[in-house]
């Protein structure tokens, strides 16, 4: 079962900053929370993770809120090739590691 | 990429027959997953595996079945392949099994069962 909460679409303007929000009012004290992106039909990729402090690389920031049991992916600005389902993730354990439980994430529209 | 290849990656078989996908890495990691993904679902976790002959079960592992038999191949086989098991199937690595290591995914088998 999924353990977070995603709004099913978004809409963004080129250039603008894209906040998309999750909800993951569950999540354990040493769970991660993760960002994938999936472009068209290709696999998932990777943009970024955090536990509790707010986190960024060349790709995007991550906002995680002081309860953390919610955070927000920010692409500062937006491009056409962002158009994407966006995917927050938290890990649950499994007998041999963690294994990554996917929801229907947010599918975000990036317009000219 | 992390070096990952699926194969076959489109696939037509018919309802009642076994098919095996096969997942290939080149960077000897140790964790390897089978995820399917079907319109208004995202992807679901199938099996995965955390070691040459380790695995487990994920949220859809009924009427799967995985074998790992040296660390590069991961594979996912449908004994008796049924329609609703159309789908297209990710295979991902990730470098560990904690908490900390993202995944790397592979570019996805397209497979319909008639």
């Known amino acids: 079962d999924a353990k977070t909460t995603q709004p099913p679409s978004m809409d963004c303007a080129e250039g603008r900053a894209a906040n998309l929000p999750c909800n993951h009012s569950t999540i354990s004290g040493n769970e991660y929370v993760y960002w994938y992106r999936q472009i068209h039909s290709q696999g998932p990729q990777y943009i970024i993770h955090?536990?509790?402090n707010n986190e960024t690389n060349e790709m995007a920031s991550l906002i995680i809120t002081e309860d953390r049991k919610s955070s927000t992916l920010i692409l500062p600005h937006a491009t056409l090739r962002d158009t994407a389902v966006y995917y927050c993730?938290?890990?649950?354990?499994?007998?041999?590691?963690?294994?990554?439980?996917f929801g229907a994430g947010t599918r975000l529209f990036v317009k000219a | 990429d992390a070096g990952i290849t699926q194969s076959p990656r489109h696939k037509v078989t018919e309802t009642g027959t076994p098919v095996t996908l096969r997942c290939h890495q080149t960077e000897n990691h140790r964790y390897m997953y089978w995820y399917r993904q079907d319109p208004g679902h995202g992807l679901r976790l199938i099996h995965y595996s955390y070691g040459v002959k380790d695995t487990d079960k994920g949220e859809v592992s009924d009427g799967y079945s995985v074998s790992r038999s040296k660390t590069e191949d991961f594979l996912l086989t449908l004994e008796s392949a049924t329609s609703s098991q159309t789908s297209v199937y990710f295979c991902?690595?990730?470098?560990?099994?904690?908490?900390?290591?993202?995944?790397?995914f592979g570019p996805g088998t397209r497979l319909t069962v008639l």
């Open positions: 955090g536990l509790k």
């Open positions: 991902a690595i990730s470098k560990g099994g904690s908490q900390a290591n993202e995944q790397f």
């Open positions: 993730i938290v890990r649950v354990e499994g007998t041999g590691g963690f294994k990554t439980i």
